[in-house]
């Protein structure tokens, strides 16, 4: 057993200062607040460990480098095409390994890679027709945290149905049949879940959807939502309803289903979400690509339980992606006080985790997962800062340990097997460059 000494820690939805925490193997054994200064220190405020339940790995090598012509969605996508069309297994495993250690270094315990970059360049399948998916999953357990890989239902570019072209052909299985086939063959493990996605409405057909529901029931399954309003319009032209109703007439609104964005929702389909879905919102990225604003407390007032996610990697910051929900929310009605400290921090954890298939994280109670969270309290940005209100004043630079299922990973601010500063470096110049 390990023994660990929390100046402060996030217990039970509040701050209690001299936490003991017990912890045998990868789980936490006993909790006690107002204990004795004995066993490893960890210095700050202690949290659980973070959920990034929504991620695309290879989009991290696209930061600071889609700003020319102001920044418009089509250049972004353009060098995201281009990316997209140069990684094998080997450098995905490269660039994804070096993605997961930052993610690690901002706290983050779990990541939900939402994965659709399937097959060779030319739509060809590898050998091995996982590869790619495989790949992640190595690069996760070299990092050191857990993920679950979304392997995810691309098939068309359109509502329509029209066919894919260029790099988009690797992203295909043919048909939903082709990819439950590939699918089924993947295994998770130790540190591993797999779950399943529709890319969206725009890439999954709709005369699949139903089998696809039957076949995945019970799995996390996550889908973009009505990310853009000409998804919106797109959908309502071809199918007469909003792209939340045609999944709820499919079926696909299961309890571990979660819809990612969901920015752009009529009174309806925040009623239909509010009925138990999870909803994963990405304000770092929805602010880069200027998708808008999403109903954050409409959702949650509806029944809808909320979870995070760093997207496209503009940052890798839970703590930003957190206080985004709320000061994004301030933006739109010119008031303030719509999230506490607790629910952005539940949104950052428990719930996050839950959506991706681990309902035994991110507590920091007995039977939980040994996932701690060491945050500064005297840093520039913190020091000073009532450690309740954290959320809203640290950011990832602020984490200084981090253990992942009782191993540590993040000591003193530095990734204990890899420099993740050289290994970014490395994996994203050479794939933009080249």
């Known amino acids: 057993m390990t023994v660990y000494h929390a100046g402060h820690a996030w217990i039970g939805g509040k701050v209690e200062r001299d936490v003991r925490i017990d912890v045998s193997g990868d789980r936490i054994t ?36 889609t700003h020319g012509d102001r920044g418009s969605f089509w250049t972004w996508r353009e060098l995201m095409y281009r990316v997209a069309g140069r990684l ?11 993605v997961y250690g930052e993610m690690a270094l901002a706290g983050i315990t779990c990541v939900g890679e939402f994965h659709y970059l399937h ?11 996982n590869a790619m998916g495989n790949a992640l999953i190595a690069a996760a357990r070299e990092a050191g945290i857990r993920i679950t890989l979304l392997d995810a239902v691309y098939l068309t570019s359109g509502v329509d149905g029209k066919p894919l072209e260029g790099v988009q052909r690797r992203f295909s299985d043919g048909d939903y049949d082709g990819w439950y086939r590939r699918f089924e063959t993947l295994r998770g493990g130790d540190g591993v879940r797999i779950g399943a996605a529709l890319h969206s409405v725009r890439a999954a057909p709709a005369d699949g959807m139903a089998t696809f529901a039957q ?23 071809v199918h007469g309803c909003s792209p939340t109703e045609l999944l709820q007439d499919r079926g696909v609104w299961q309890p571990m289903t979660t819809a990612v964005h969901a920015t752009h929702l009529t009174a309806g389909d925040i009623e239909i979400l509010g009925d138990g879905q999870y909803v994963c919102l990405c304000p770092t990225t929805e602010r880069d690509l200027a ?3 999403g109903p954050a407390r409409a959702l949650a007032d509806a029944g809808a339980a909320l979870t995070l996610g760093s997207d496209s990697h503009a940052v890798i910051d839970i703590f930003e992606e957190a206080r985004g929900v709320e000061l994004d929310e301030r933006l739109a009605t010119r008031r303030r006080g719509h999230f506490g400290a607790g629910e ?4 950052a954890t428990a719930a996050g985790h839950a959506s991706l298939g681990w309902p035994d994280a991110g507590e920091i109670a007995v039977g939980r997962r040994a996932d701690l969270v060491a945050v500064s309290l005297d840093s520039v940005r913190t020091a000073g800062t009532d450690p309740a209100g954290l959320v809203f004043a640290a ?20 990734h204990r097997s890899m420099d993740v500063a050289a290994a970014l470096r490395n994996s994203t110049t050479e794939l933009v460059l080249s």
């Open 30 to 65: 006993g909790v006690r607040a107002g204990a004795e200064r004995t066993g490893e220190i960890l210095t700050g405020l202690v949290l659980p460990g973070f959920a990034n339940a929504h991620s695309h790995a290879f989009h991290r090598a696209l930061r600071g480098r």
């Open 88 to 98: 094998d297994p080997d450098s995905y495993f490269a660039l994804a390994t070096a």
């Open 119 to 129: 097959h060779g360049p030319d739509g060809v399948p590898y050998a091995d027709p």
């Open 215 to 237: 076949r995945t029931d019970g799995l996390p399954v996550h889908v973009h939502l009505s990310e853009q309003p000409a998804e919106n319009e797109a959908c309502q032209a």
């Open 291 to 293: 998708d808008g604003i």
């Open 344 to 347: 952005l921090l539940t949104a």
């Open 395 to 414: 950011t990832a630079a602020d984490v200084t340990d981090v253990i992942v299922d009782g191993r540590r990973v993040v000591t003193g601010g530095r």
